[in-house]
């Protein structure tokens, strides 16, 4: 064999390496990315104005109209829009795949269904107010997306699911 094919043999594997490795790196990036993701989105929800607002929304009858909501919940509306925009938020985090649905699945949905089904209403009346459809609309796209994932797989909670886990 002569020298110059036992290079070029050389430098293709070495070319072919250094593209896997770039590769294997790229992907440790995407989950150290997605890890990283995961962790700030669930430790910057950890408030007390966050739960507050959570356990007002849960408090909601359904169906209620914005300003019945504005008259029930008083001065504390400002923790129903923290909530709302948080909501907001991890939509368009998720619309832009920087966190995984999954991951919002398994660590809010019901907390996000049940906010949209207490707040549609509230919702559709600060559209109204403010003639922009477009308001908290990753709000709802989010909603409706945990909702349709509910429709196709029954929710089961993950200390039934998981019971087995090792």
Known sequence: MELSLILNIITAIAVILGI????????????S??????????????TTEFFQGTLIIQELPDGLTK????????????LLYLVISSWESIGLLVFNREVSMKMVDDAYSDSIILSWQKLNQYVAGMRDDVQRETLFEWFQWLAERMIEREKAKTPLPAYLAYRDWK
């Open 20 to 31: 896997l490795f770039g590769l294997l790196q790229l992907r440790h990036y995407h989950l």
């Open 33 to 46: 990315r997605e890890r990283d993701a995961a962790l700030l989105l669930l430790n910057s929800f950890q």
């Open 67 to 78: 300003n019945e909501i504005k008259d029930r919940v008083g001065e504390e509306i400002r």
